[in-house]
């Protein structure tokens, strides 16, 4: 069964650093998403994709922020100068969402760990 | 701003039993209600969904049911085994966009 892909597993960086997580969604899908959830709390939405371009972001999605489609498989999410509080696993996932009325399911990748030291 | 609200934080229940989580949302123009299961380190792998259009939907021991009018919608787990233990996450879509708003998570112990 196909499923979505992230690397790296875990990420350490210096505050202030720039990091980029990759994912490769389901192969078929049309949108994609970056969630991010801090140890021990809930999962929490950054961002949609679709068609080349941001459908929505949160408010947590902010300058320091970027997605971008570079190629037909990856999917990347940038934090352009990291902070202490960006430590959290990143969760990338994908849905096919052909139907406009309907929300489709979403697969999450096994995420990225990012440390911010 | 939608939110959904989940409960209990914490569930412990013998081998056997059931165990019934419970979650409200606020935005009355969710239409799509799934859960998801996640073990520790890992990802959150989806374990049932229901839409707006139906009050029940069952998977072996699993079952979601969801009262629109109320805007609760729950799952139950019959049976439980060891292997259930994890946390289980309920989520809602948004009327605006197909994100999704998670619910704040619940531990569910499975005592052998």
């Known amino acids: 069964e196909p499923e979505v892909t992230q690397t790296p597993s875990h990420q350490v960086t210096q505050m202030g650093q720039e990091v980029i997580l990759r994912c490769v969604p389901i192969s078929n899908h049309l949108y994609f998403y970056w969630y991010r959830q801090i140890l021990g709390q809930k999962v929490e939405f950054l961002v949609s994709?679709?068609?080349?371009?941001?459908?929505?972001k949160s408010e947590i999605f902010d300058d320091q922020f970027s997605v971008e489609r570079p190629d037909g498989s990856n999917f990347t999410l940038k934090i352009r100068s990291t902070k202490l509080e960006d430590s959290a696993m990143y969760f990338c996932?994908?849905?096919?969402?052909?139907?406009?009325?309907?929300?489709?399911?979403?697969?999450f990748g096994p995420g990225t760990r990012l440390t911010v030291l | 701003g939608e939110n959904v609200e989940q409960h209990p934080s914490t569930l412990s229940v013998q081998e056997g039993d059931s165990a019934v989580i419970k979650c409200t949302y606020s935005?009355?123009?969710?239409?799509?209600f799934p859960w998801y299961k996640q073990e520790l380190g890992k990802r959150p792998q989806l374990i049932i969904d229901?839409?707006?259009?139906?009050g029940e939907k069952k998977d072996q021991r699993i079952a979601v049911t969801l009262n629109k009018t109320a805007k609760h919608f729950s799952l139950h787990i019959t049976e439980t085994q060891p292997e259930d233990s994890a946390v289980y996450f309920c989520a809602a879509d948004s009327d605006s966009s197909y994100k999704l708003i998670f619910g704040s998570g619940t531990r569910l112990l499975v005592r052998p």
């Open positions: 935005d009355s123009a969710s239409n799509y």
């Open positions: 996932a994908s849905s096919t969402t052909g139907d406009p009325f309907s929300t489709d399911t979403q697969y």
């Open positions: 994709f679709y068609n080349n371009e941001i459908s929505e």
């Open positions: 229901i839409r707006s259009n139906v």
